[in-house]
């Protein structure tokens, strides 16, 4: 019985202890430590959604929900497939800066198939769709999203 408690023990204590330091999404704790200001104009928005809808949904899914299958699986040519958008994939762990880098200039080299986009939208229509992506993720995501941009633009 001793014998089984201490091997018990040391799990349930790391198990409580990684529980604290949930920094997910959805952890209550660190959603409410930030305010939340979504700044994001309503007008844009919309024509970031035209856009999209237009460029965009094809790969991305429809409203950035992604396609059928895992996006974080190589094709046969050892590159991913389009992710979703939503706050269900990675897109939110990156700043406007960075998204805004690969609308304009496609999937990093070897990574994916998005095409370069800045010979066939305005740098305006390419905010705006970065706009709209934003607008995609939930209070939760769009807070820590927010810490880590306001973070990118201090640093």
């Not at 202890?17 to 999404?25: E, N, R, T, V």
């Amino acid at each position: 019985m001793k014998r089984t408690a201490h091997l018990i023990l040391p799990g349930l204590l790391a198990g409580i202890l990684l529980s604290a330091c949930d920094q997910s999404p959805n952890s209550r704790a660190g959603a409410e430590t930030l305010a939340l200001s979504r700044d994001l104009d309503s007008p844009q928005v919309a024509r970031g959604r035209a856009i999209y809808d237009q460029h965009c949904a094809e790969c991305h899914g429809a409203q950035g929900k992604g396609p059928i299958g895992d996006w974080r699986i190589r094709d046969a040519e050892g590159k991913f497939p389009p992710p979703p958008l939503d706050d269900s994939a990675h897109a939110w762990h990156h700043p406007t800066a960075v998204l805004l880098e690969v609308v304009r200039e496609g999937s990093p080299q070897g990574q994916g198939n998005m095409p370069a986009w800045k010979e066939k939208l305005s740098e305006q229509e390419m905010l705006d769709v970065v706009a709209y992506i934003k607008s995609l993720w939930s209070d939760p995501v769009y807070q820590l999203w927010l810490k880590m941009e306001r973070q990118s633009l201090d640093g």
